[in-house]
């Protein structure tokens, strides 16, 4: 109920339509914005949905392994590979087309990137670190 009451219905949708993992991920990094940012609304969202285009490469676990592996080497990639590898972008599309606000739709984009100009650097350090793997 936590995260159903922070997303729109297209974007409840597709959460719902990610893999496990990337819904734990993503709810897992909004925790981690919730308590460093004050229940920041916006910056909440962008970590629940920055991998939300993930969910169209339809890629297993050993698919992901094999879809980094090929990625890092910069091999030549399959469909679905270059889906996974292009989820920002993906994502931030579909984001801004269901009207989500800009940082919801920045963060998406960027998230493998360096920091926009539009996102404050203090909410930009709290999303990048809420993306990074537990230790």
Same mark, same amino acid.
């Given at each position: 109920?936590?995260?159903?009451?922070?997303?729109?219905?297209?974007?409840?949708?597709?959460?719902?339509?990610?893999?496990?993992?990337?819904?734990?991920? &993503?709810?897992?990094? *909004? =925790?981690?914005?919730?308590?460093?940012?004050?229940?920041?609304?916006? @910056?909440? /969202?962008?970590? $629940?949905?920055?991998?939300? &285009?993930?969910?169209? *490469? =339809?890629?297993?676990?050993?698919?992901?392994?094999?879809?980094?592996? @090929?990625? /890092?080497?910069? $091999?030549?990639?399959?469909?679905?590979?270059?889906?996974? =590898?292009?989820?920002?972008?993906?994502?931030?599309?579909?984001?801004?087309?269901?009207?989500?606000?800009?940082?919801?739709?920045?963060?998406?984009?960027?998230?493998?990137?360096?920091?926009?100009?539009?996102?404050?650097?203090?909410?930009?350090?709290?999303?990048?670190?809420?993306?990074?793997?537990?230790?």
């Amino acid at each position: 109920m936590w995260v159903r009451k922070r997303l729109t219905p297209p974007e409840w949708s597709a959460f719902c339509e990610q893999a496990i993992a990337d819904q734990r991920h &993503g709810y897992s990094a *909004a =925790r981690v914005v919730d308590a460093a940012l004050d229940a920041n609304r916006s @910056a909440v /969202r962008a970590a $629940l949905l920055h991998d939300i &285009g993930k969910r169209h *490469a =339809r890629l297993g676990l050993l698919g992901r392994v094999f879809a980094s592996v @090929a990625i /890092r080497m910069h $091999l030549p990639l399959w469909p679905r590979a270059r889906t996974y =590898r292009d989820h920002g972008p993906i994502g931030s599309q579909e984001l801004s087309d269901w009207g989500a606000e800009s940082l919801v739709v920045e963060f998406a984009r960027t998230h493998h990137a360096s920091r926009p100009p539009q996102i404050e650097p203090a909410v930009w350090q709290a999303l990048r670190e809420s993306d990074k793997p537990p230790k």
